[in-house]
């Protein structure tokens, strides 16, 4: 299946070698996925499946794994990493909000906030029109998202914070991170501007993209008017049950409202 272009298809998410190098920090969740595959599984499906961070350690388990990502660079370098585990791993390039497998998965999942880059209600409801698509009547379908943090929404659009450091997988230089955040309460949508320096070089790089924040009353509704059901929600990769100091959002799901 190929995707079109389109908004989603951002220069940020072609160059997977820093993307792997830049999120080495990025380790909480990999225990819960490895968990909830075990679990839930055995049939595993994951939205926006990026570089294969988590379809690997999926892999851990007995499940079988198939990812979707809309990057041709992501996908490819997916693929080379779980090329080891055979026919229980598959990469497929595709757009979350269009695919159609004509299959069912016992586990459905899309993690680390990459909910954030379907912008409109529109896009959010086709991607969980599709994952209904894909459900049998005990699949459970599972969202991670960060709860928005109003410090971040209210921060002057040219106030940098440091969002990551990382050794450059080529030179070993440090790499700094800085961003900013232009958020728009009325359409939800941030800009978000990564600059990238070494000690030597300031801002030698820059990655801009738009996430939509969501916040939970938005979420419960989408999953309420795609015809699922939430039957759990977390604050943590601890299962702790959601609550006001919650700083994540995780929402198991199943078919029926
Ligand atoms: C924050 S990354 C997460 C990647 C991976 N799940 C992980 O945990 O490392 C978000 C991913 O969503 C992908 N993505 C964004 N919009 C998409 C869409 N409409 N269809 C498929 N993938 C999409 C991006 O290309 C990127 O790989």
Redesign the pocket.
Known sequence: MA?AP?E???PI?QDAVR?DAE?WW?TD?LIFWREMAEEFGPRVL??????G??GLHVLQTQATYT?????EG?SRRARSKLEPFGGRARIIQ????QIHLAETFDLIF?????FM??LTDE?ALA?LRCVREHCHSTTRFIIDLFVPDALVLTRPEDHRIQAMVYPDPETGATITVEETNDYDPETELTKVRWYYSTTGERDFLEYDFTVRIYHPDTMDRLIHDAGLRIVEKWGDYQRTRFGPDSTLQIYVAQLGS
């Open positions: 995707a389109t989603f298809d951002l998410y993307y999120h990025k969740d994951e939205l926006a499946a990026g570089t961070r988590l990812g979707v990502e809309i990057s992501f595709g757009d979350i909000r899309i993690g680390f906030n990459s880059h379907l896009d991607t």
